[in-house]
């Protein structure tokens, strides 16, 4: 499994403590650095450098600053970084409080040179910091003796010392979190730790071996330790890793299963602002993204489910529009939906086809101008791929769509290139809906229909066409074989 590492200075924690009031307010004071502007920020979902400013002050002076605001905050952990961009020093800010910060040595920033009053919980983390460092520095004390070692035994005894340095961590933030079990640095500890596999031979009920189990029980237990409740998550350096192994790594690549995933984290993560309002976004990108075919059937449903219900609030009315118009682009085309059924015109510009009426098992749908310089080296790969997969005797049919009016260079290109085994047609006088019905924005646009014109594959090309096919019939086949027991 893909692990993620630990973000060591990066982790900070804050008690839930009594509120009196909205805001904060932060008292500041430099030691050794003074008429020097700074800014407070706060992490989103990822670390270092992705960080979001939301107030800024100037040092006096003495190096005296006093930052307060009485507008209601998440908290979090929070970031003071001078205008060098690289004196900075992170700390836990909640909603009212007030604390005292005293740096009496910015160069030995962050875990060295640093105190905060009224404040407990960023007094342990200060604590953690510096174990954090001396931790650090005897790991690459060690790692340099390895590169010395004399032998593999040296080496093993080495990286077993390692390991233990390693150990401690995990102690140290086990120890912690049993003492202090509602702080936020309990729970990001707790985020952080992903899922032991229980060691040794699993077996199924009927004795064999369970070889998914390490599967099945990491993904399983994946969101034992992250507390999704908490709105404060947002603003870790953690979340967006956990959630992208997890829909990248975990999740089965299949439409129906991102969705209840995704309905799931969202239910979740409901009522916890921004937390909630990363998911949703984070969702549609990754869907919109992916790289998987017919993934946009769940960006889609988040849309028709989520955007449109009035879920996705922190858009402006013109991007909410924007995606409300891209799903219904989307929705005709999605896989498992009847084609759009296309009437055009032959060669020879006088007989009517209709693909509906043509029989075959699958049909690809190629929409393509012989104009276009990536058409000119996929139609003819395309072509090879047919002939020498033997793909019309498998019953795929290709209708070949000329997008453009370019009657002579489209019927001179079939010549050169003989694509006689197509079936070619146009649309001279523009009758045809098919480029808005297909969504096709791009040459060229392919499509796999089955015999009855339901969508079956889509952004498809020369090279995974007979991968796709073999899918389908396998599937066919394996249909059959449950239908006949």
């Known amino acids: 499994m893909k692990k993620l590492i630990s973000f060591g200075l990066l982790l900070a924690g804050l008690s839930l403590q009594s509120i009196a009031k909205d805001g904060y307010r932060i008292t500041l004071k430099f030691n050794d650095i003074k008429d020097s502007t700074y800014f407070l920020a706060h992490y989103f979902a990822k670390p270092l450098p992705t960080i979001y400013k939301t107030d800024s002050g100037k040092l006096d002076k003495t190096g005296l600053s006093v ?18 961009r690289k004196t900075y020093f992170e700390f836990l800010l909640n909603n009212g409080d007030d604390i005292t910060i005293n740096v009496a040595d910015s160069k030995n920033l962050p875990s060295k040179g640093l105190s905060i009053k009224n404040s407990p919980d ?44 390693m150990k401690t961590l995990i102690n140290y933030r086990n120890d912690f979190a049993a003492k202090n079990p509602s702080s936020l640095l309990t729970k990001i500890f707790k985020g ?10 699993h077996l199924k009920a009927n004795g064999e071996e369970d070889k998914d189990f390490a599967y099945q029980y990491y993904k399983k237990h994946y969101w034992d330790n992250f507390d999704l409740k908490d709105g404060r998550m947002i603003n870790t350096p953690i979340y967006d890793a956990r959630i992208t192994e997890y829909f990248e790594k975990l999740v089965i690549p299949v439409t129906d ?8 984290i969202l239910n979740q993560t409901d009522g916890t602002g921004d937390l909630y309002n990363y998911t949703l976004s984070w969702l549609a990108n990754f869907s919109q993204d992916s790289k998987v075919m017919g993934m946009e059937k769940v960006y889609v449903y988040l849309v028709d489910n989520y955007y449109a219900k009035g879920k996705a609030n922190w858009l402006s009315s013109d991007l909410l529009q924007k995606h409300l118009d891209h799903a219904a682009e989307l929705a005709p085309t999605l896989i498992g939906n009847v084609g759009y059924d296309i009437t055009m015109k032959d060669t020879t510009g006088k007989k009517d086809i209709t693909v509906s009426q043509i029989k075959s098992k699958y049909k690809l749908l190629v929409m393509w101008d012989p104009t276009c310089g990536h058409c000119m080296k ?9 002939k020498a997969d033997k793909l019309k005797a498998r019953g795929l049919k290709i209708i070949g769509i000329c997008s453009e ?9 079939i010549n050169k290139h003989k694509l006689y085994d197509w079936v070619h047609i146009y649309d001279p006088e523009r009758k045809s809906l098919y480029k808005s019905k297909y969504n096709a924005r791009v040459n060229p646009t392919i499509y796999l229909l089955d015999e009855n014109g339901i969508i079956k594959g889509k ?17 066919e086949a394996d249909a059959k074989k449950k239908s006949s027991k």
């Open 67 to 84: 930052l307060k605001s009485d507008k209601k905050i998440t908290g979090g952990m929070y970031l003071i970084m001078l205008s060098d």
């Open 378 to 386: 996929e139609i003819p790969a395309l072509d090879s791929t047919y």
């Open 257 to 264: 299963s991102v969705i209840k995933e995704a309905n799931w």
């Open 192 to 201: 952080l730790e992903l899922p032991k596999i229980p060691e040794g031979k």
């Open 459 to 475: 952004n498809i090309d020369h090279s995974n066409i007979t991968t796709l096919m073999d899918m389908l019939d396998h599937q």
């Open 122 to 165: 960023n007094e342990a983390f200060i604590a953690y910091e510096e174990f954090v460092r001396v931790v650090g520095e005897e790991h690459i004390a060690l790692s340099k003796e390895i590169s010395n070692a004399k032998n593999s035994v040296d080496s093993a005894a080495i990286k077993e010392k390692m390991s233990a340095k």
């Open 405 to 413: 009016n370019v009657e002579q260079t489209w019927k001179d290109f």
